[in-house]
């Protein structure tokens, strides 16, 4: 045997056939024996509650399975509907849930019209309609898009839908969803008529109309008007002259490029201005979620606090109006009682929505 004496610890000491180990070396060996102990433990654990709670196959497991299962369209539907819940996307540009995005994308990626409500849904003739295998290949696509790349609905479908009207959108344009809209239907022309009597309308301006959608919905409501649609983006009125086109009002609505007022000539003035500027603040656009970022910046960003926009239209509106002229302004997030402040000598009045009160004001001029 070799000696040795002198270390403190010996390495290893040979005694017959067994070998005795350093003692920091036993130390670490019933440290790692240990770790195993509790691995084995926690997977034994895992195991036993996968009886009770079996884990929930992926996002891609599920969408690579469905080619082969999913039948039907209401299957698409429920398809799409766990896929989004399961991922946590963003809504609120179209629909305000994961059944209203799926019935969108299904319906929309198939040329069906697009139904708004749960009871709709059920009562659609076309839920238990067979899918081809291409139809279903290009709905999974779409919800792959929706949910890796973040890209809202509508603009995978190439469709925004608001009441019985449809808009073609894609990403020149924000998607439309103004509460002025609401005021420009059926169920909200009461609050309208308390404000202006449509009849009596002959011109109107949609400033920052985007993809023209309120100019649409404001011919059927101001039957006697003639519309200026003005935006700063030539992309956006590229897209509302689609939709124009497509709603057979070339001559009755004319698109205009111009920030704000500046191209419009001087002595021209309206009997109502309406307005959904851009209102987001710079903090609130940092913390977007990734779909609303895949919007134009320049719909979103209202500047430091989101009110650049509104205090400028505001401030230059009264020189653009008819006597008893209205401006409807969208102002959300920035109630009825901040624009009295900034704005004390006007005549500010709130519509319901809805969202509540506060969304939209009618302002007039004294």
């Known amino acids: 045997n070799k000696n040795f004496e002198g270390y403190k610890y010996p390495k290893v000491v040979e005694s017959g056939t067994r070998v005795q180990s350093h003692p920091q070396q036993q130390q670490k060996r019933a440290q790692q024996s240990f770790s195993q102990q509790q691995l084995q433990q926690q ?8 009886q009770y709670f079996p884990l929930q196959p992926t996002t891609s497991q599920t969408l690579a399975e469905a080619i082969h299962v999913i039948s ?10 766990s896929s989004f819940e399961r991922e946590g996307i963003a809504y609120g540009q179209g629909s305000r849930n994961a059944f209203g995005d ?16 749960a009871e709709d849904f059920s009562a659609e003739s076309f839920v238990n309609a067979k899918l081809t295998p291409n139809e279903l290949t290009i709905i999974i696509e779409n919800i792959k898009k929706r949910i890796e790349q973040r890209v809202p609905v509508a603009y995978l479908i190439n469709k925004a839908v608001f009441g019985v009207y449809s808009f073609y959108v894609d990403e020149r344009c924000i998607i439309p969803r103004s509460f002025i809209a609401e005021i420009l239907t059926e169920e909200g022309n009461d609050q309208l008529l308390q404000i202006i009597n449509p009849d ?11 993809s023209g959608c309120i100019a649409v919905i404001a011919s059927s409501i101001f039957p006697r008007a003639h519309i200026d649609a003005v935006d700063i983006s030539t992309d956006a009125l590229q897209v509302a002259e689609i939709n124009v086109s497509k709603y057979e009002l070339s001559g009755k609505i004319k698109l205009i490029q111009s920030d704000l007022y500046s191209a419009l000539p001087p002595n021209r003035k309206y009997d109502m201005v309406l307005c959904n500027p851009p209102y987001v603040s710079w903090s609130n656009m940092e913390r977007l979620p990734a779909e609303f970022q895949k919007e134009p910046r320049n719909a979103l ?14 401030s230059q509106t009264k020189q653009r109006l008819n006597s008893d002229g209205v401006l409807i302004l969208e102002v959300s997030g920035h109630s009825e009682e901040v624009l009295r402040s900034i704005f004390p000598q006007l005549e500010i009045t709130s519509f319901e929505t809805s969202s509540g009160h506060g969304e939209v004001v009618a302002i007039k001029y004294n």
């Not at 799926?102 to 409500?117: D, K, Q, R």
């Not at 960003?301 to 505001?314: E, P, Q, S, T």
């Open 43 to 50: 997977k034994q654990q895992q195991q036993q509650l996968q």
């Open 72 to 81: 039907t369209v209401r299957d698409a539907v429920r398809l799409a509907v």
């Open 102 to 117: 799926a019935i969108m994308l299904v319906f929309g990626t198939l040329n069906l019209p697009i139904v708004s409500e």
């Open 200 to 210: 009596h309308v002959r011109s109107v301006l949609d400033l920052c109309t985007g």
């Open 301 to 314: 960003d209202g500047g430091k606090d989101g009110l650049d926009y509104i205090k400028l239209i505001v």
